[in-house]
């Protein structure tokens, strides 16, 4: 008896299962990453050549190039600073003993910076550090 082989047309992959994979995989990125919306002002600091590097514990005060002000990362005027300033929580510590550090724009007007000294000292916040980048 003689078996003729049957006739087989082209072999085709099916794709589909690796496309429903790849989308399943993609979409489960996109749910699980977490997109941080930074805030933060800009700012162009000035050069120092006998900058140290300090760790900022208290108080971070930002001021760019066009007036914009964030005290901890949230944005006030310089009329509510002494305000948030005051409301600060000192816990067991003295405001002469909270560092006060300010990030001001090199093209920030000195004028400005005098102010935000004044209101500083007037909240009772004596240790003020200018942040420079070295």
């Given at each position: 008896m003689r078996v003729t082989p049957?006739?087989?047309g082209p072999v085709l992959a099916d794709l589909t299962p690796m496309i429903d994979v790849i989308f399943?995989?993609?979409l489960f990125f996109l749910v699980s990453t977490t997109f941080i919306n930074n805030k933060a002002l800009k700012v162009n600091l000035p050069e120092s050549e006998t900058s140290q590097a300090v760790e900022i514990t208290g108080i971070n005060v930002t001021v760019d190039k066009k007036g914009n002000m964030q005290f901890n990362g949230?944005?006030?005027t310089l009329a509510?600073?002494?305000a948030k300033l005051e409301?600060?929580?000192a816990g067991d510590?003295?405001?002469e003993?909270?560092?006060v550090t300010l990030e001001a724009d090199e093209d920030v007007k000195n004028?400005?910076?005098v102010k935000l000294f004044d209101a500083f000292r007037k909240s009772g916040y004596v240790s003020v550090s200018l942040r420079t980048k070295s």
């Open positions: 049957k006739k087989r399943q995989l993609i949230e944005n006030v509510k600073l002494p409301a600060f929580p510590r003295k405001r003993d909270i560092p004028g400005m910076i």
